[in-house]
């Protein structure tokens, strides 16, 4: 019987390696499907893989008091020296504004849900006009998302679909949450930020004693019947979204771009999220024995 670990070299002994060869597989099948969906073939995939060797390598695995260097990057990925140079010297562009435009939307939308000047304080807001000293879109803009231009908000929000405008001109909440709905790239940024945050607090968990760990947990059941599944889909979300409203609002009361009369000190950033998953067991089972 050929094991997992039997394709990657030199992984035939160690267990945490066998197991960390298993979980790869795992994490890289989504992923995979997602890269062939949209034509990323294996050998820009390897590119970007090489390239994310060589950053975290430099940044992160250099030896205290020693200079990093591109021979001490080669030995520590297995690529060469010139690959390794080639890297360092003309990286592709991977910035992107992304993530800020998603938090600051968020927080405008969490806001317009849940502060008593935009609303009912009871979780229903109220359709908003543009301008105004008080319950203004121009005035839910300036309280949450800092100094980005009231239009350029509202014309994001419009664009994924989490506000219209009325035939009075007032603008109307469609969404609590900032999801992208109309914008494969925007949605394929947001991916990155939140799988890339669940490794990050999954690897914060396998290094860290249990009393230092981060709050990572998951409720699953394998033999549910899709008419179940249909109502847990309504549960998780209504559950959900009240859970990190509650959240928002304590983060919020302490997040320094929000409430400027925070005190404290350093800059940390700090969240929770959730997520809802499901597979289709029959149709696997059914391909299998077929």
């Excluded at 390897?46 to 994310?52: D, F, P, R, W």
């Excluded at 549960?235 to 409430?259: M, P």
């Excluded at 700090?270 to 289709?280: M, R, S």
Aim: with cysteine; hydrophobic share 40%.
């Amino acid at each position: 019987m050929i094991k997992l670990w039997d394709y990657i070299p030199n992984m035939a002994q160690p267990k945490h390696l066998q197991a960390l060869s298993a979980a790869t597989l795992r994490l890289l099948r989504p992923l995979v499907r997602i890269l062939l969906r949209n034509n990323v073939s294996h050998r820009t995939f390897a590119e970007l893989a090489k390239l994310v060797y060589v950053e975290v390598a430099n940044a992160e695995f250099g030896i205290a008091g020693k200079r990093q260097t591109i021979s001490r990057i080669a030995i520590l990925t297995g690529l060469t020296r010139k690959e390794v140079q080639r890297l360092l010297a003309h990286p592709p562009d991977t910035k992107s504004i992304t993530e800020e435009e998603y938090h600051r939307a968020s927080r405008v939308i969490t806001g317009w849900v849940r502060d008593p000047d935009f609303g009912d304080g009871k979780g229903h807001p109220h359709p908003l006009r543009m301008e105004g000293k008080r319950a203004s879109f121009r005035e839910l803009v300036k309280r949450y998302s800092g100094d980005i231009p009231v239009r350029a908000m509202l014309d994001e929000l419009l664009r994924v679909g989490a506000v219209k405008q009325l035939k009075d001109r007032r603008i109307c909440l469609l969404s609590r949450g900032y999801i992208p709905r109309k914008g494969v790239v925007e949605k394929l940024q947001v991916l990155g930020t939140d799988a890339a945050d669940l490794i990050s607090t999954i690897d914060h968990n396998v290094e860290q004693k249990p009393s230092k760990s981060r709050f990572q947990r998951k409720v699953m059941y394998d033999n549910v019947p899709v008419e179940a599944a249909k109502e847990f889909q309504i549960l998780a979300a209504a559950q959900g979204q009240e859970l990190l409203e509650a959240i928002d609002r304590w983060l919020s009361h302490r997040d320094r771009d929000v409430n400027p009369a925070a005190k404290g000190t350093g800059r940390v950033r700090v969240g929770l999220g959730i997520y809802h998953f499901e597979e289709q067991l029959d149709s696997d089972q059914e391909n299998l024995t077929s």
